[in-house]
Each structure stands twice: as C-alpha cells, then as structure tokens.
C-alpha cells in the first residue's frame, strides 16, 4: 500500500528499541538470553516471495521483539535452533502475532517444535467484535497508528537486509506486542 494514501489522523508506528540480526548459530544463545524474563514477545516471520506458480521459498526471518530489543533471525545461516525451541514450548510466555499458524508451520518445517504460549491477535480481535483482523487494521483500530507495508515484498534472502527491511520486521513483531497488552491489560 503506498503511505501517501493512509490517513493523516494516523501516526506511522516504528519499533522505539535496539534491532539485533543474529546470522551466527554462537549468537544465538545471547540474543535470547535478552528475552530471559519476558511474559510476553512479539512474533513475526518473512519469507521471500514467490512470483511464480509452484515457486516456494522456506521462511527467511524470525522476528522476536520485547519493548527495548527486537531480534531478527536470519534464518537462512543459522542451524542451531535448540533455544528458540525451548522459548516455543515454553508454555509461560506468551508469543503473539497475525497470522502465526502458517509461521509456526514454515518454522516448523527447518526444526521440529510442539508450540505452547502461542497467541493468535485476530482470533482475539474477531471475539471482541472488531472490524478489523489484520496487522495493519489492527493497529489502526486499537493503536491508531499506521503500518507501512513497503518492505513486505522485498528479498528476505539477500545477504545484506536494507534498513527499511530491519526496520520493518523490528516493527511488525514488536507491534504484536503492543497490540496484545492493549487487548490484554491486565496480563
């Protein structure tokens, strides 16, 4: 969606933290010591599209996010994947997003892991009531900010993520977040 057409009255969301890229499997373990005591992170994946009728690509990124840190795994140079799944079927902290059955299911395909704390924000928002059901919507509706959606078709693939992609992904994953502690205040 081109954000000369989103509505003036909404300010553009953009994760406030510090964004980490984890390439390195020795790197792992550290960037998720920095979620250590979280009870709730944002979750999001990319994956690199496909254009082509049969085309499919495995997912790309793996975007974790708390209020100061959002971590993105390029999952493309990684094959240690023993501590992220230990925060996947760790049942006490909840992981929220749009749309994260068919994440946990390309994620599932690079490394087995049975899901617990997982969150669906659109199941939430279609009990509540609300009109809207994705992302962008939903953070309209509930944040009143706006999501920009440029990046979403880029190469999740490429060597070097550009910083409209970091900053993209950051977002996305971190606004899970937000959106689920205003659904859930008292969590």
Do not use: C
């Not at 953009?14 to 499997?25: E, N, R, S």
């Not at 250590?36 to 990124?61: C, H, M, W």
Request: glycine content about 6%.
């Amino acid at each position: 969606m081109n954000d000369k057409l989103d509505p003036p009255n909404f300010v553009k969301a953009q994760f406030p933290g510090k964004i980490i890229t984890v390439t390195k499997d020795e790197d792992v373990s550290g960037a998720m010591d920095l979620l250590k005591n979280q009870r709730v992170i944002g979750f999001d994946t990319e994956t690199k599209p496909a254009f082509k009728k049969g085309e499919y690509y495995a997912v790309s990124l793996l975007q974790l996010a708390t209020e100061d840190f959002a971590i993105l795994f390029r999952l493309q140079f990684l094959k240690d994947f023993e501590t992220i799944k230990i925060l996947f079927e760790d049942k006490s902290v909840v992981k929220t997003g749009v749309a994260i059955r068919d994440d946990i299911k390309a994620l599932q395909k690079l490394f087995h892991f049975t899901p617990h704390g997982f969150v669906e924000l659109s199941d939430i928002a279609k009990e509540r009531g609300m009109k809207n059901f994705g992302l962008k919507g939903m953070t309209e509706e509930i944040l009143n900010l706006t999501l920009s959606k440029k990046a979403k078709l880029s190469n999740w693939e490429s060597h070097d993520l550009k910083n409209d992609q970091l900053q993209y992904a950051a977002t996305d994953a971190w606004i899970g977040k937000k959106l689920f502690e205003k659904l859930n205040p008292h969590h």
